[in-house]
């Protein structure tokens, strides 16, 4: 019994892919499928957004994965310049998370600086979730 239950765990594990992206949407509220409707607000479930202010629709179209996408060719110039030290700098998926600043909404990633088995965290891109635009806080900025 101990055995089929290892063999199952093992093949699921193995076979069945785990999407960081889709798992910190599900966890930020975002459907896994269609949408979800509340408080004037349509939480598509590729991320994007659509808030109704009365007469008033704002859609904010940039999908988590375009914001992943975004920072990773936002990073390619200085992954460039890190290649000669065999070092990369990458947003990690699984740090997902929605912010408001200064009225404009973003996608957020930790991003971190690698170098082997060595992770060195490196502070945050904000992608704005209207216009695609990055900025950084921390070394990078």
Do not use: C
């Not at 765990?9 to 949407?25: A, I």
């Not at 992943?68 to 947003?91: F, G, S, T, W």
């Not at 740090?95 to 200064?102: D, F, I, P, Q, Y």
């Amino acid at each position: 019994m101990v055995s089929l239950i290892f063999l199952l765990h093992f093949s699921y594990s193995t076979f069945v892919e785990h999407d960081p992206l889709k798992e910190r949407l599900y966890e930020l509220g975002y459907p896994t499928e269609g949408y979800i409707f509340t408080n004037a607000t349509v939480r598509w479930a590729d991320g994007h957004l659509t808030i109704f202010q009365g007469a008033y629709v704002e859609d904010y179209p940039i999908t988590a994965e375009q914001a992943y996408e975004i920072v990773r060719n936002y990073l390619a110039d200085y992954n460039q310049k890190l290649k000669q030290y065999d070092m990369k700098i990458e947003p990690k998926k699984e740090s997902l998370a929605e912010k408001e600043e200064n009225n404009n909404l973003y996608w957020v990633f930790e991003v971190y600086i690698h170098k082997g088995s060595t992770e060195i965290f490196a502070g945050f891109a904000y992608v704005n979730r209207k216009t695609g635009t990055v900025k950084m806080k921390g070394l990078l900025d």
